[in-house]
């Protein structure tokens, strides 16, 4: 079956630090990745997305490439703003299993900016 | 924009109340979605639903119930609410090219 993988958290930065949140998947089809935010007391939120190998994603200065080689999916951003504190979550929706409709989450990362 | 909203943000009930948690969708999507958010499991599926009075059982059903009468409602409920069923609820819904749009949350506290 599907699954994603995400590193532990929680994860402290200093502001202007460069953050990476590592995640990995295991898939039998061809999935579409994607990564969502979810800050203090809101729901979850579509940071960004890659639908196909090599496939970067990014918005709102964050980037996370596609690799199939890798099963990969880990999510970057050069220098972290305290405003950037929210849970981050990496999912993958398998477009090939019939369950293109579904998405499987990862458990989440907590990060924490510190001004 | 999508919007998914949630009749409430936060409830407190008793346990054996009957509950109903309302979701709502402004995008005519077919697909809308229940899941359960608790610390260290991240989110768990409940039930889904692709179509108005269908529904399937997601992850982890057992205690709950759903009903989808119109394309863009669709709720969930307790039947009889209990301490373990004290969580974050999210609500979303999927056009057919896939992910999802989240609601706000419902934070549920069982007394």
């Known amino acids: 079956g599907n699954s994603v993988t995400q590193m532990e958290g929680p994860v402290t930065l200093s502001e202007e630090a460069f953050l990476t949140i590592n995640c990995t998947y295991t898939?039998?089809?061809?999935?579409?990745l994607f990564w969502y935010v979810q800050y203090p007391g809101e729901g979850l939120q579509l940071l960004l997305k890659?639908?196909?190998?090599?496939d970067k994603g990014s918005n709102k200065g964050f980037e996370a490439t596609y690799r199939k080689e890798t099963t990969s999916f880990h999510l970057e951003k050069g220098s972290v703003q305290v405003s950037d504190s929210a849970v981050y979550f990496c999912a993958l929706s398998d477009l090939t299993s019939g369950s293109a409709r579904q998405l499987t989450f990862g458990s989440g990362t907590q990060l924490t900016v510190l001004p | 924009d999508v919007k998914v909203t949630q009749s409430s943000r936060y409830l407190v009930k008793r346990t054996g109340e009957k509950v109903f948690l309302e979701c709502v969708q402004d995008m005519d999507h077919e697909n809308m979605f229940w899941y359960r958010q608790d610390p260290g499991l991240g989110l768990r599926l409940i039930y889904f639903?692709?179509?108005?009075?269908?529904?399937e059982k997601g992850d982890i059903p057992e205690g709950y119930s759903v009903s989808r009468e119109k394309k863009e409602r669709f709720s969930l409920i307790l039947e009889s609410a209990s301490t373990n069923q004290t969580s974050m609820y999210l609500c979303a819904s999927s056009p057919p090219t896939g992910g999802l749009f989240f609601g706000e949350g419902s934070r549920l506290t069982v007394l």
């Open positions: 890659a639908t196909k190998a090599d």
């Open positions: 639903s692709y179509d108005v009075k269908m529904k």
């Open positions: 898939a039998t089809g061809y999935p579409s």
